[in-house]
């Protein structure tokens, strides 16, 4: 089955240790997000490609990094956690193929970052 | 300052009945409306979406209802199934060539046997 692959699915770290965070596709979509979720908050955009364009949001500190080295593969490094950096981390993809394209997003199971 | 809302942190409903599940928008530029279901320790997963457009969209035992005046939409599940127990996530997008959704901080519905 097609789908959004996330690994780790759980992540423990130390504070201001670097970490990285993968995730894979197999939908060839070319637009692929990631999102920060923490306890009983909304899921919150940090970044997102299209194609290798890379697209911040402006409230994303700069601490959180992405890479995407192919179409299948995206990263989100973290250069310096915190503890406030603790939360559910989560990939999705969709398909952008014209200006009133319908943005169905499909998303991983997501990797839970421990900060001790 | 939240533009998608979900004022209800849970819901509980018995096996059969409907369940409504309620979301507020503010930002008017919001187009195009989706709800994910989320079980734990899974991604969120598309359900059901609903275009500016339309007020009205139906899958099967899933309508999403939307009041553009109101900035309102609704989703209703009947019958309700334990299996449809879940955190339900609202979201929006601008559409055009803005392909970022915002997402309210999620219902979390408990439908008991």
């Known amino acids: 089955d097609a789908m959004v692959i996330q690994n780790p699915r759980y992540q423990v770290t130390q504070f201001g240790k670097p970490v990285t965070l993968s995730c894979s596709q197999t939908l060839n979509h070319n637009v692929m997000y990631w999102y920060q979720q923490k306890s009983s908050q909304a899921p919150k955009l940090l970044f997102h490609?299209?194609?290798?364009?890379?697209?911040n949001e402006a409230d994303t500190p700069d601490n959180f990094q992405s890479r995407r080295p192919n179409t299948s593969f995206c990263f989100l490094d973290i250069r310096s956690p915190g503890l406030g950096d603790a939360a559910m981390y989560l990939c999705?993809?969709?398909?952008?193929?014209?200006?009133?394209?319908?943005?169905?997003?499909?998303f991983g199971a997501g990797t839970r970052l421990s900060v001790l | 300052d939240q533009q998608v809302k979900q004022n209800s942190p849970s819901l509980s409903v018995q096996e059969g009945r409907i369940s409504i599940l309620n979301c507020d928008y503010t930002n008017s530029m919001f187009d195009y409306f989706l709800w994910y279901k989320k079980y734990p320790a899974e991604g969120p997963t598309f359900l059901i979406s609903?275009?500016?457009?339309?007020d009205k969209n139906e899958d099967g035992r899933f309508t999403v209802f939307l009041n553009k005046s109101a900035k309102h939409l609704s989703l209703h599940i009947v019958p309700s199934q334990p299996g449809d127990s879940a955190v339900y996530f609202c979201a929006a997008s601008e559409g055009g060539s803005n392909y970022k959704l915002t997402f309210g901080k999620g219902t979390l519905l408990t439908v008991n046997p």
């Open positions: 999705a993809t969709s398909r952008a193929s014209g200006p009133r394209a319908k943005n169905i997003q499909y």
């Open positions: 609903i275009s500016s457009i339309k």
């Open positions: 490609y299209y194609d290798k364009d890379f697209n």
